[in-house]
């Protein structure tokens, strides 16, 4: 795939809904998948952003992320992220994250969850999380050394830093944030849980 021909442009509110009901509800399992309404909220409270990779006026892949001012500067939660089904392998997420620190408004790290391969149920599901933890670290995230148990999934904690790198205890306390804006700091408490 010729990625020079990709863009990537924010979405606007309704797009990120049918996003949400085309392609989100699909690529991801429902026990990581929030309620389009939360999401709508954060997005009307300026607290979270949306972007799609486009082939011209075509969708290939998607991008949404959560922030929160912490650390002097802004933290993003690379909260949902997947290239369509049929187009997968061909360098458009690559592209993605490399374009990440050149299209966010304002510069900050970014931190991803990926499922934690050290809990996979069987052999084939944890050489899938390995290949994503991979992905990332292939495309410049590093691993914060921080684990996070979510809403009964087990997770990694990478970061992309930008100018500003986070130390550990940045790292946890931006990730609590993000999600004590996203979810509640009640919900937060019972249902996050952040180890080393």
């Known amino acids: 795939m010729e990625t020079d021909k990709l863009t990537i442009r924010e979405l606007t509110i309704p797009e990120?809904?049918?996003?949400?009901?085309?392609?989100?509800?699909?690529?991801?399992?429902?026990?990581?998948?929030?309620?389009?309404?939360?999401?709508?909220?954060?997005?009307?409270?300026?607290?979270?952003?949306?972007?799609?990779?486009?082939?011209?006026?075509?969708?290939?892949?998607?991008?949404?992320?959560?922030?929160?001012?912490?650390?002097?500067?802004?933290?993003?939660?690379?909260?949902?992220?997947?290239?369509?089904?049929?187009?997968?392998d061909q360098g458009i997420g690559s592209f993605?994250?490399?374009?990440?620190?050149?299209?966010?408004?304002?510069?900050g790290p970014v931190l991803v969850e990926v499922e934690n391969p050290d809990f996979a149920d069987d052999g084939e599901e944890q050489r899938l999380q390995e290949k994503r933890v991979q992905f990332y670290l292939r495309n410049g995230f590093t691993d914060?050394?921080?684990?996070?148990?979510?809403?009964?999934v087990e997770y990694k904690i990478l970061v992309l830093s930008a100018e500003i790198a986070l130390t550990k205890d940045e790292c946890k306390k931006a990730y609590r944030a993000v999600y004590e804006q996203m979810i509640g700091t009640a919900v937060a408490k019972k249902m996050l849980q952040i180890h080393e």
């Open 96 to 107: 993605f994250l490399s374009s990440i620190k050149d299209m966010l408004s304002v510069p």
């Open 144 to 152: 914060t050394g921080i684990t996070a148990w979510l809403f009964y």
């Open 16 to 88: 990120a809904r049918d996003v949400y009901r085309k392609y989100l509800k699909n690529d991801f399992p429902p026990d990581e998948l929030r309620p389009l309404v939360m999401i709508e909220r954060s997005l009307k409270k300026k607290q979270y952003i949306c972007y799609g990779i486009f082939s011209e006026d075509e969708m290939y892949g998607y991008g949404f992320f959560a922030f929160s001012e912490q650390c002097a500067s802004r933290v993003y939660l690379l909260d949902y992220f997947a290239v369509r089904k049929d187009l997968r």
